[in-house]
């Protein structure tokens, strides 16, 4: 009777231990799967707030490019005039359109230049972040606008080379400061207030050469051309690439995150 009692015990004891075991198991296995739960929401978040972030950026560039290009616009317009200007048209008696074209061709240097805000961009490179984007075309998109994001930039640096280069010494060698002055001197924000309304209205203050007897006519209109032809490739390149990825990659966050 003993040693059948002893046997009892120890297959209960057996028992015992492995419902421990099997309860001890399944413990840890939910809180495994409550942490993975909870690690996967906290991504998720992270993503959505990365990502709204990242829409508003790209939203905010959008309007800003659509601006840029509008002023781009009508200072090429300003180009292609004063490139037949030049050709043959009076250097000494400069009619009121001849002055608000020039100025806004070769005066005008902003907004001419569009800088795209990558803030979050770079943020979601350099912390690893963009892990959170499970998107294989978003991840694609990303890379691709960073691209087009430093091509953009080296091409407004070239432009801006051009311009301090070409430009100026053109503005150093016929500008008349006098006149200049005297425009200037009627708005403090001349460009933003005068040139428009001067454009809108007409007004008595006509550009002048100085020196026009010395003016080189071949010059001037071979540089006016070849800055218009920057300005347009510019656009038609750089500008637009930007202009498609931001579109798509707007669309893509809108469609993963249900962003509007």
């Known amino acids: 009777m003993e040693v059948h009692a002893h046997t009892h015990t120890a297959r209960k004891k057996w028992t ?3 419902w421990e075991f099997l309860m001890l198991f399944l413990a840890v296995f939910c809180g495994f799967l409550a942490e993975y739960q909870l690690e996967h929401k906290i991504e998720r978040d992270r993503a959505k707030e990365l990502a709204a972030s990242f829409y508003d950026e790209l939203k905010s560039d959008s309007v800003a490019l659509e601006t840029v290009k509008i002023f781009r616009e009508r200072k090429y317009a300003a180009l292609k005039y004063l490139q037949a200007y030049f050709q043959d048209s009076s250097i000494i008696n400069c009619s009121n359109t001849f002055t608000i074209q020039l100025l806004y061709g070769y005066y005008t240097f902003s907004p001419s230049f569009f800088e795209p805000g990558d803030a979050i961009l770079e943020q979601l490179k350099n912390s690893g972040s963009l ?35 070409n ?9 008349d400061m006098k006149w200049y002055d005297s425009i200037a001197s009627k708005s403090k924000e001349f460009f933003v207030t005068f ?3 001067y454009e809108k209205t007409g007004g008595d203050v006509q550009f002048h050469f100085d020196n026009p007897e010395n003016f080189e006519r071949k010059p001037a209109t ?39």
């Open 16 to 18: 015992h231990y492995f």
């Open 131 to 165: 892990r959170y984007f499970k998107s294989s075309k978003l991840q694609k998109l990303t890379g691709d606008l960073s691209v087009a994001i430093a091509n953009l930039r080296k091409r407004n640096a070239f432009e801006e080379v051009f311009y301090r280069e």
């Open 167 to 175: 430009i100026w010494p053109f503005l150093v060698k016929y500008n």
């Open 195 to 197: 040139l428009k309304e």
């Open 222 to 260: 071979n540089l006016t051309g070849v800055y218009k032809t920057i300005l347009k490739g510019t656009g038609d390149s750089q500008y637009r690439i930007y202009s498609n990825l931001n579109s798509k990659m707007q669309e893509g966050l809108r469609e993963e995150y249900h962003l509007k």
